[in-house]
């Protein structure tokens, strides 16, 4: 009985089965061919430690990625495998990584890695073994000078920096206060801030720091209330920033805050609560599909992902998945071009231009090895706990 | 053993003449910052409080374990940490009633102390107490680990117990949390103090900790007294996590930072003593916010830990501490 009810199974599964192939076919669409040999691509990722949130959902856009090219049509119909490594937020365990997936898997090129630091213990071996790297980290100097092989996704600590002053200078507000983590993310921005401040005609009149692990800020933003600042911009990741916004709602401070790319998450918002409402800050667009132009490439990018994400993990995109994506999409598609052929792949790369990805649309040249326009963020302003667009103008 | 027992005070009014000349240095300090900053100047001695009653919660941790084994419990910052953690699980989470949550967090920290006393402190009873103060950190090593493993490295946020809307005086604002937080420091001061001072097993406890052979014989055996100070600088750890959470947030790694501070203002105190814990966390809490406030804001940590050397340095019984053994 329990054969037969088995067999039977089977039997329907094989009609099934029979039918996809067929539909599949009818509609034409394309295979991977599976006799042709696997494209492989490294990823070293912060899968643990630190920096795992942000490992962690590139590596999820990769893993979607790698479905979504097998189950169509491949990577110029070669099946592709991403090889995914975790640095475990460490510099020293990235290069060792890199080395391994280089030497021992011998891919073709590499993603990664999620941090500054673990990228900038990365790039001279990709260098010096000429195999091309796109990272998905935003330090300035992963690319400034620019090394022949190494690539980034994300848009850079630069770009989030001219976009706050664009947007201050467009509000008419001359005098900033700078408060910042006294880490190297902190005070690498406020430097960067105070240099170009003047070309944007705004005056920074005070600058103060705070430890990453402070709790209590108000000794700071007092001193800031007795300066002429028309604005507060807050440079650092959480939860100092939520700190400085509750703080500031305590002392009765209603000067704009400007936080910095570091707050575009929903951790913020739940982290500071109330005195979240109000605070601006420079993003991706994708934060806020809306503003993207609808019916635009990118937009049905960031939709499609955004769905496709959501199917599979349960879970909405955050721009750690776009980067890691993107890197991948940029990777595959030079690879559709040069093949396997590292220093082919590299130019390919190089060549990239006018690509739409979830960020933003990539154009790489020999100077460029940043791909995304500081006209690619938007700045978005927290209102009822919501992210909306902020207009300049 | 001995490096830890403080040696006789041979110049007891020299100690004396320090401990005023202290005292009327932050009296000054603070005089200064009232005159010249006004009610900026007094924002910053309120937030030093507040600041410094978290402190002094912390410190109150290290005094407990002290006073009872003389080993410095590295690991109190964590306890702290767990308090906030499981709070944020039971009641943000999981929807306890606030005082429910705050009750069995308590409990749990509690019982995790105990445990851990008795599974890596107890077995090395013979050991020197420089070796079960490594212990300690490693205890905070691990106990961070396995926190960060079940709750992940994002902070997290634990609700106000009486709103958010801060109350003003004197041109001052401050959140009604930072009450609770002070509050509570006074109340659990009083208890660590007359449990200490007033009952049997209490005395017992410190007399063990400067002859163990002697408190045995009146009843109180070194290893019992361990437990007892480990269970409650466990529950006072907890209790202490759980009530600044709501200003400090919470996150696996926040007892570092936590376990430094208090560490350092209990030394300042007087390491050992319940009302130089409170002391010690008010003064430091009040002096970083004053640096802050006036000197560029990037060296207020320094300030705390050249506080700490100095009173290494000069005064190592801390404020209130005493240079001779205890008569019970």
């Given at each position: 009985m329990l054969k037969k009810t088995s067999s039977g199974l089977i039997l329907v599964a094989l009609c099934l089965a029979v039918l996809v192939a067929v539909t599949a076919a009818g509609c034409g669409e394309q295979k991977v061919d599976t006799s042709k040999e696997t494209y492989k691509i490294g990823a070293v990722l912060s899968l643990s430690g630190p920096a795992a949130p942000l490992g962690q959902p590139e590596q999820r856009a990769l893993d979607l990625l790698e479905e979504q090219l097998n189950d169509g049509a491949g990577v110029d119909g070669h099946p592709v495998e991403f090889i995914i490594e975790d640095d475990e937020s460490q510099p020293e365990k990235a290069k060792a990584a890199i080395t391994k997936l280089i030497n021992q898997e011998k891919v073709a090129g590499v993603i990664g890695s999620s941090t500054t630091g673990a990228t900038l213990a990365m790039a001279p071996v990709a260098q010096s073994s000429k195999i091309p790297l796109i990272c998905c980290a935003a330090g300035t100097k992963i690319t400034n000078p620019v090394m022949s092989y190494v690539f980034r996704t994300p848009p850079t600590d630069s770009m989030a920096i001219t976009k706050v002053l664009q947007y201050l200078k467009a509000k008419k507000i001359g005098k900033i206060a700078i408060l910042h983590d006294s880490n190297a993310f902190g005070t690498g921005g406020a430097d960067e801030l105070s240099q170009k401040a003047g070309e944007y005609d705004v005056e920074v009149v005070a600058r103060e720091s705070y430890g990453s692990t402070d709790t209590d800020m108000t000794a700071q933003l007092t001193k800031i209330k007795g300066t002429p600042a028309e604005a507060i911009v807050v440079w650092g990741t959480n939860p100092g920033p939520a700190s400085i916004a509750k703080n500031m709602q305590q002392l009765g401070m209603n000067i704009p805050y400007v936080g910095s790319h570091g707050i575009a998450n929903q951790k913020f918002i739940e982290l500071a609560g109330?005195?979240?409402?109000?605070v601006v800050f420079p993003a991706g667009k994708l934060l806020v599909p809306e503003s993207i132009e609808e019916g635009s490439e990118w937009r049905t990018m960031v939709d499609d992902f955004a769905a496709e994400y959501k199917a599979k993990y349960n879970m909405d995109i955050d721009t750690f998945a776009a980067h890691g994506y993107d890197a991948g999409l940029i990777m595959t598609k030079a690879m559709e071009e040069a093949g396997t052929d590292p220093v082919k792949l590299r130019d390919a790369i190089e060549e990239t231009t006018a690509l739409v990805g979830v960020d933003g649309e990539y154009n790489y040249s020999a100077k460029d090895h940043d791909g995304l326009k500081t006209s690619d963020l938007i700045m978005i302003i927290i209102e009822n706990g919501k992210w909306t667009e902020e207009k300049s103008s | 053993m001995e490096y830890w027992e403080f040696h006789v005070g041979r110049a007891d009014r020299r100690q004396r003449a320090l401990l005023v000349g202290s005292a009327v240095f932050v009296g000054l300090v603070i005089a200064a910052t009232l005159i010249s900053k006004g009610s900026t100047g007094f924002q910053w001695i309120v937030s030093g409080i507040t600041v410094g009653s978290i402190y002094a919660l912390i410190a109150m941790g290290f005094s407990v374990i002290y006073s009872s084994t003389r080993v410095i419990n590295f690991a109190q910052g964590e306890f702290s940490m767990l308090g906030g953690m499981l709070m944020y699980s039971l009641s943000t989470r999981g929807g306890l009633p606030p005082w429910l949550g705050f009750i069995f967090s308590v409990l749990i920290v509690t019982a995790i102390g105990a445990a851990l006393e008795r599974l890596t402190i107890h077995p090395m009873r013979d050991q020197s107490v420089i070796t079960i103060i490594i212990i300690t950190i490693g205890i905070a090593i691990a106990l961070r680990a396995v926190a960060k493993w079940i709750w992940g490295t994002d902070p997290v946020k634990i609700a106000s117990f009486s709103g958010d809307s801060p109350i003003r005086f004197l041109g001052a604002a401050v959140v009604p949390q930072s009450f609770w937080v002070f509050g509570f420091a006074i109340v659990v001061v009083i208890l660590v103090f007359l449990f200490f001072n007033r009952t049997l097993l209490g005395k017992g406890m410190r007399a063990a900790a400067t002859n163990s052979d002697a408190a045995s014989l009146v009843g109180v055996s070194s290893s019992t007294s361990s437990l007892i100070a480990w269970t409650i600088a466990a529950a006072v750890g907890a209790a202490a996590g759980i009530v600044i959470a709501p200003i400090n947030f919470a996150g696996y790694n926040f007892g570092i930072m936590l376990g430094l501070k208090g560490f350092t203002a209990a030394v300042l105190g007087g390491l050992g003593s319940a009302p130089g814990a409170v002391v010690g966390g008010l003064v430091l809490g009040v002096l970083e916010t004053i640096t802050a406030g006036v000197f560029p804001s990037g060296y207020k940590d320094a300030v705390a830990f050249l506080i700490l050397i100095l009173v290494l340095l000069i005064r190592p019984q801390g404020l209130l501490g005493r240079a001779e053994d205890v008569k019970v």
């Open positions: 109330a005195a979240a409402n109000g | -």
